[in-house]
T-cell receptor, first 118, second 113 residues
Framework: GAVVSQHPSRVICKSGTSVKIECRSLDFQATTMFWYRQFPKQSLMLMATSNEGSKATYEQGVEKDKFLINHASLTLSTLTVTSAHPEDSSFYIC??????????????FGPGTRLTVL | AQSVTQLDSQVPVFEEAPVELRCNYS??????LFWYVQYPNQGLQLLLK??????LVKGINGFEAEFNKSQTSFHLRKPSVHISDTAEYFC???????????FGTGTRLLVSP
């Protein structure tokens, strides 16, 4: 149980184009999804938190207009990197959770998407 | 705010030897604690978590961790490691009542024959 998928697993794009990454919870309904970015040999940095049906909450320093997040259903969230540049190249990981009133539940992570911008 | 410190960036160990990966945290409120493992080019897999109750928690793949509130630590241990345990291990905390997970910088466990 608690499987999260991401698509695509790897994408290479030209500078200036936009890329969409999908995150799906396959066997549970996720009230909340999280998007992380991981640079080589570094830890995960939270980019934004999205709750189904509402606007995402972005962490300080993350550009909302560049990293568009949509959480249209309880099983799907998308991250769109708009007008991508080489410095956006990174490993993007999503996680999904069912968070109750006590926030005791666990985040389950997707396998990640490797974005390379040429 | 919370912070997590993993002092060891890399831990080399021989196969079948015991290992301990250290994690210390800082928080002004109660926290939940987690250990995740990441294999190359993959996402994170939950090893174990501490929410409440017994301070010794057992996880998958023979790993266990002990929550020590007075020392604000949550060290991960395994009595006998395998080559397949070679991976990056992340400690994380989440303040009770909040959604955000805060990760440590990770510890690379290198198991050699």
């Amino acid at each position: 149980g608690a499987v999260v998928s991401q698509h695509p697993s790897r994408v290479i794009c030209k500078s200036g184009t936009s890329v969409k990454i999908e995150c799906r919870s396959l066997d549970f309904q996720a009230t909340t999804m999280f998007w992380y970015r991981q640079f080589p040999k570094q830890s995960l940095m939270l980019m934004a938190t999205s709750n189904e049906g509402s606007k995402a909450t972005y962490e300080q320093g993350v550009e909302k207009d560049k990293f568009l997040i949509n959480h249209a259903s309880l099983t799907l969230s998308t991250l769109t990197v708009t007008s991508a540049h080489p410095e956006d190249s990174s490993f993007y990981i999503c996680s999904a959770a069912v968070l109750g009133e006590e926030y005791t539940d666990t985040q389950y992570f997707g396998p990640g998407t490797r974005l390379t911008v040429l | 705010a919370q912070s997590v410190t993993q002092l060891d960036s890399q831990v080399p160990v021989f196969e079948e030897a015991p290992v301990e990966l250290r994690c210390n945290y800082s928080s002004s409120v109660s926290v939940y604690l987690f250990w995740y493992v990441q294999y190359p080019n993959q996402g994170l897999q939950l090893l174990l978590k501490y929410l409440s109750g017994s301070t010794l928690v057992k996880g998958i793949n023979g790993f266990e961790a002990e929550f020590n509130k007075s020392q604000t630590s949550f060290h991960l241990r395994k009595p006998s490691v395998h080559i397949s345990d070679t991976a990056e291990y992340f400690c994380a905390v989440r303040a009770t009542g909040f959604q955000k997970l805060v990760f440590g910088t990770g510890t690379r466990l290198l198991v050699s024959p």
